[in-house]
């Protein structure tokens, strides 16, 4: 038996391998798993035309451990191999078996192999310092034995075994400091192993577990025995595969409480499967509720992505634009290029084309429950509506035509939700914007003084209450070519001709008294005008350009020091309210009280706005001197 190196290999390649490659070093377990799958498969292949050849209830996966000799042993009754192919796909490091057999086969009779680069077998070496491999080809005499202890090399030899397939034989490492080799034989840690990784494996994978019994007979003290039986590790067939009129929506309901650990069934079920261009199967949820920690930075979104049923990747965040971070579920197929530890994706056109294809399903199902079940939809939106707006106003808009059509909001003519659509339909035959206000709260913003005379009008008013809702309109400009417009603009145009006549006369004959009363504020206001948007309150206050009242609270609601950007901010008087005669007659007779009336009108009108005033000392005293 002589002692053979590697093919063209150095033991810095090995190193490299084991200590590189891999994330974890419990993913050696789903390499060896998923070879043996592979052995396997390749073997029920043979027996669709070999009748000698064992039939699909005959194979299965087998582990045992054996903590005594420190050695964890996956038998398959596969294909096995040949001495010619022990020394092609163990003796050269990367040379994959499997991607060679797939490739021989004809084109329109491919099987689905999962391991294709030939590195899987050597995680081994991540747990166990020697490896041992008995092995006997399919319709062939001979078996033989490899062994290996590392990058030094490997010995094969002839070996006795009975039947066909394969048994991988690792002596598992002694503990060292941080890395406890140890529990790789408990049947604990590998039975959760082969359900995080392996469940779906179309294969039994059985193992001999023990457990405490009572063997006492009924109506005696319990006597507990320590008893051993054969069990099946995983569940493989993964609930995704199966036809949707197969499972039941508790059925449904149950994988995902189960999966996700959340204790309410899902809002939304999505089921896929598709072939085209790239064939994939997914299941997917929405939450009933907002998942732990969501607006955190720890919270990790991402579909789990299968291959033929073997884990991949925990989280792909590749599969969900942001916007849909939300959603969980898995996403399994066959057809994508994994690099060689099978653990990061290439990013190539079958995933891009996946992801684009779940972002237009995930849409569509939100639209179909927009229309025939709006009150679920609403539970989401109270749950997700903020990251659909974040969709919209992150990366300069891009997604916004994508998601517009998701958006709705409060509304003065409802105490449900409307949508942008529903607004336009009721809007007023001479309406010419989609009319919002921002505030804190429907009530606050119900008590705008600009809110009464858009009320009387008979226009709608959408209600922001959400720091990003003026932001998504800014972003959308339109909608339907309707613009939006908010009730505090200067330009909100909620008057007739009549009373714009009657404004801009009111204007022209105060001219100077407002001027005056710009220059008493000492640069507060941008301007003073006589106001078209009142009713029967004395004053407000709108924003002059693109920065609104509502986005100056927004950047200063944001930390730090440095300095935030402010709205140019006029005051606005209504020119029939007999605070305004006060006013003007304070004008004529005495500056100086009119330079204090302006200044506490325009405190009052920060404080409507919702706005802090900046000087409170000096507010009390100009009205304390009133008074006296």
Request: aromatic share 10%; charged share 30%; proline share 3%.
């Amino acid at each position: 038996m002589a002692k053979k190196d590697f093919k063209a290999e150095s033991k810095r390649l090995l190193d490299l391998m084991i200590n590189s490659i891999y994330t974890h070093k419990e993913i050696f377990l789903r390499e060896i798993i998923s070879n043996a799958s592979d052995a396997i498969d390749k073997l029920h292949f043979i027996s669709l035309t070999d009748e000698n050849a064992p039939q699909a209830s005959d194979f299965a996966i087998t582990i045992a451990a054996d903590k005594d000799n420190r050695t964890l042993t996956i038998s398959d009754n596969g294909i096995g191999m040949s001495q010619e192919e022990l020394e092609d796909n163990l003796g050269t490091i990367a040379k994959s078996g499997s991607f060679q057999f797939k490739k021989d086969m004809p084109q329109d009779e491919k099987t689905d192999i999962i391991g294709q680069f030939g590195v899987g077998f050597y995680s081994a070496f991540m747990v166990a310092d020697e490896v041992t491999v008995i092995t006997k080809k399919y319709n062939s005499d001979t078996a033989y034995k490899w062994n290996s202890t590392g990058a030094e090399g490997y010995t094969i030899e002839e070996c006795d075994k009975d039947t066909a397939g394969t048994q991988i034989i690792m002596h598992i490492k002694s503990d060292a400091d941080e890395e406890k080799y140890s529990e790789y034989l408990e049947q604990y840690k590998i039975m959760s192993l082969v359900k995080k990784y392996s469940d779906y494996i179309h294969y039994p994978i059985k193992m001999e577990i023990e457990k405490s019994e009572n063997t006492a007979p009924e109506g005696e003290e319990p006597k507990y025995e320590t008893v051993s039986e054969i069990q099946t590790l995983n569940s493989m067939v993964p609930i995704w595969r199966r036809a949707k009129s197969e499972v039941s929506d508790q059925e449904f309901n149950d994988y995902y409480k189960e999966k996700f650990t959340d204790m309410s069934d899902p809002l939304v079920t999505i089921h896929v499967s598709a072939d085209g261009m790239v064939s994939y199967k997914a299941l997917m949820y929405i939450p009933s509720a907002l998942p732990y920690g969501y607006y955190t930075k720890d919270f990790e979104k991402g579909l789990q992505l299968y291959s033929n049923g073997v884990m991949i990747m925990d989280r792909c965040e590749q599969l969900l634009p942001d916007y849909f971070r939300f959603v969980k579920g898995i996403v399994d197929s066959q057809d994508l290029s994994l690099n060689i530890s099978r653990e990061l994706l290439q990013h190539d056109r079958q995933l891009k084309i996946i992801s684009k294809n779940i972002e237009k399903k995930i849409k569509s199902e939100l639209a179909k429950l927009m229309k025939n079940d709006f009150e679920k939809y609403s539970t989401f939106w109270k749950n997700f509506g903020l990251q659909i707006k974040y969709g919209i106003v992150s990366d300069y808009g891009m997604n916004k035509d994508a998601l517009k059509d998701l958006l709705v909001f409060s509304s003065s003519a409802s105490d449900k939700y409307t949508t942008l659509s529903d607004y336009i339909s009721r809007m007023r035959e001479q309406q010419k914007f989609i009319y919002y206000a921002c505030g804190e709260s429907t009530e606050q913003i119900s008590a705008l003084p600009q809110a009464e005379l858009c009320r009387d009008k008979g226009y709608e008013m959408l209600y922001f209450t959400d720091e990003a809702d003026e932001f998504v309109v800014q972003m959308l400009g339109a909608f339907d070519e309707k613009e939006f417009k908010s009730i505090t603009a200067e330009d909100a145009q909620l008057e007739n001709e009549e009373e714009k006549e009657k404004v801009e006369k009111q204007a022209e004959e105060n001219k100077e008294m407002l001027d005056f009363l710009q220059g008493a504020l000492g640069g507060r206001a941008s301007k003073v005008v006589i106001s078209h948007k009142l009713k029967s309150h004395p004053i407000c206050l709108s924003a002059d350009g693109q920065l609104t009242l509502d986005m100056e609270k927004y950047f200063a609601s944001l930390p730090g020091d440095q300095p935030k950007p402010k709205a140019a901010k006029v005051l606005e008087l209504n020119g029939d309210h007999k605070v305004f005669l006060a006013l003007k007659n304070a004008y004529e007779n005495d500056k100086d009280k009119a330079t204090k009336y302006v200044n506490i009108l325009f405190d009052q009108a920060m404080l409507i706005a919702g706005f802090p005033i900046e000087n409170t000392v000096s507010y009390c005293d100009m009205v304390c001197d009133l008074m006296n």
